[in-house]
């Protein structure tokens, strides 16, 4: 008898906790706990909210107790609990996966919860090319493994000024990160330069027009463009003639730490 | 002898008389033979003369021969069939005496023939006019016909008048027990947080809301079910009922989501509807009828606004 009551408020549990995570609600407050034993070191934490990974568009979280962080994002950053992701920066040495907020249609806030932290390396990327052209790129980040629920596979972007800028936090292990030279609007559907293999960690990498047609052509082969495998010659001499249109002698990719 | 009946309010004379003034001399004997306490009107007496002087005369004789006497006793006679104005007169007590049996008492003075009293009982012109006056002075004397529920008993009256206020006290009220509640919505107005819907109930019964929902057509945003601020019981009569929502969930158009801004911006274009499924009575409780009402999307702009997110992902699979 007692084993049937057990499981009939386990299952009256799971259905509340199904129910609360089902709300969608419309609102601008959001509520974040963050897990894991370095979550009381954290200073300073920025929610980054549909992918826009460009740091002017961060928010940054107030303290609201310990591991508990707030944002108010206004009455024009508004978002839905059922279309919206975020993921977190941590100061200067993580981040987190993607996850979609539970909306609490009581209170009215979007309710998120993050695991701190992956035990993988951070780097903060400096790209510059020559002559400066426009450069965007995309985050395809993967759920991490360590997290529990909630976690979803999601698109981050962003756009590099005048020819250089950086790409914040990233961390290879959990997410491709693909340089679109020549595009001035992010494009998550096409190709890039997949800049995992190919970044160094001791110093810079600097990579001629051509060096750049033999890298792309060497990922397309690898499978690693979002395509299968392939040596197609047409995608070389497309690379090559695109490349040299933008009048891109070099492109200097470093990481900073 | 009886005593005179009292006359009603309304009239001035308890007989008026038309004739022919070549019958004059006959109708003044009779006049004359009628006790003072009768009145009546008679248009050659110094009286009447005094009343209608400088009067419309059609005007007056419609209004005594029609209005203003119990009574008319008509003298046919040949002049009297031929003369312009006894024949209005005579039109007028005729079409009375349709409504009022009895209004006309004739008196025939010569061999006219008058189809219109060929089936009334009339009194021959031989009659002395003293025995006349008797005989008008004893129709105005008898009583007048009483209706039949007159002769009925106390106890029937009672027992009579007691089911006829048990008929209009509950008589509604059963007759109410068959019937249902009958809604419309007639506006539909929005703030922030809320909708507003005027909901007319005209039944005598009861109405409960069972659904809500706000349905967008052609606008970028997907139909959504709204919640009753309030109760869902809409009593007899003209309510403002409140209902809310806490998401708007935009539609993909053009292979993305739009946001609020763009949204915003096709407001004046389209319009929304609000539909409520009502259950018009409890005595049927599986069925419900779908009331609607569709405005323009501007009206409802302020909710719309609140609840639809400002930030849409740029790249949300569309």
Redesign the interface.
């Known amino acids: 008898m007692l084993r049937y009551l057990r499981l009939a408020s386990a299952f009256f549990c799971v259905l509340l906790a199904a129910s609360a995570v089902q709300a969608q609600i419309t609102t601008s407050r959001v509520s974040v706990l963050v897990t894991g034993k370095r979550c009381g070191e954290l200073k300073k934490v920025f929610l980054v909210v549909n992918g826009e990974d460009v740091e002017d568009r961060w928010i940054r979280l107030e303290s609201a107790g310990t591991c508990r962080w707030t944002a108010d994002l206004g009455e024009e950053g508004s978002i839905s609990t059922k279309q919206s992701y975020f993921s977190l920066r941590f100061d200067d040495f993580a981040r987190t996966d993607c996850h979609r907020a539970a909306g609490n249609a009581e209170k009215l806030v979007a309710e998120l919860e993050f695991a701190c932290c992956a035990d993988t390396p951070l780097r903060n990327l400096r790209v510059k090319t020559e002559l400066p052209i426009p450069v965007t790129y995309v985050r395809d980040v993967r759920p991490s493994p360590t997290t529990r629920v909630g976690a979803i596979r999601c698109t981050e972007y962003g756009v590099l000024g005048a020819g250089s800028g950086a790409i914040a936090h990233t961390q290879f292990a959990s997410e491709d990160v693909f340089l679109q030279l020549g595009n001035a609007v992010p494009q998550p559907k096409l190709p890039g330069l997949l800049l995992d293999d190919i970044v160094v960690d001791d110093g810079k990498l600097v990579l001629t027009r051509d060096g750049l047609v033999y890298r792309l052509a060497v990922q397309r082969a690898q499978g690693k463009s979002r395509t299968p495998p392939t040596l197609s010659s047409n995608a070389i001499s497309v690379d090559s003639k695109k490349l040299s249109a933008l009048k891109l002698e070099r492109a200097e990719i470093e990481v900073l730490k | 002898m009886t005593t005179l009946p009292r006359l009603p309010k309304r009239f001035r004379y308890h007989v008026a008389f038309s004739y022919s003034s070549a019958d004059a001399g006959y109708v003044e004997r009779v006049s004359a033979a009628l006790p003072e306490e009768i009145k009546h009107f008679d248009y050659r007496t110094d009286e009447s003369k005094a009343e209608t002087w400088g009067r419309d005369l059609e005007k007056q004789l419609v209004h005594v021969y029609k209005n203003a006497a119990l009574f008319c006793v008509v003298f046919f006679s040949k002049d009297y069939v031929a003369n312009k104005w006894t024949q209005l007169e005579r039109k007028v007590a005729s079409r009375v005496a349709k409504r009022k049996p009895g209004y006309v008492l004739p008196v025939l003075l010569d061999d006219t023939e008058v189809p219109e009293i060929a089936n009334l009982v009339w009194i021959d012109g031989n009659v002395p006019p003293e025995e006349l006056a008797e005989l008008i002075d004893g129709a105005i004397r008898r009583p007048p016909p009483r209706p039949w529920w007159f002769y009925l008993s106390l106890e029937v009256k009672v027992v009579a008048a007691a089911v006829l206020l048990a008929l209009i006290l509950f008589a509604r009220p059963a007759v109410n027990l068959f019937r249902h509640s009958e809604t419309s919505i007639t506006d539909v107005t929005a703030t922030e947080q809320a909708i507003t819907a005027r909901i007319k109930n005209r039944g005598p019964k009861n109405a409960t809301l069972v659904g809500q929902r706000l349905k967008f057509g052609a606008l970028p945003i997907e139909d959504v079910e709204l919640h009753l601020a309030e109760s869902a019981t809409i009593a007899p009569g003209q309510h403002d009922v409140k209902m809310t929502a806490?998401?708007?969930?935009?539609k993909c158009r053009d292979g993305r989501?739009l946001n609020?801004a763009e949204i915003e911006a096709l407001f004046d274009q389209y319009t929304i509807t609000l539909e409520v499924d009502v259950r018009e009575s409890d005595d049927a409780p599986g069925q419900k009828t779908l009331r609607t009402k569709t405005v323009p999307a501007a009206n409802l702009k302020m909710f719309v606004r609140?609840?639809?997110?400002?930030?849409?992902?740029?790249?949300?699979p569309c």
Not at chain 2, 246 to 250: A, K, Y
């Open positions: 806490v998401h708007l969930e935009p989501l609020r609140k609840w639809v997110p400002a930030r849409a992902p740029l790249f949300a």
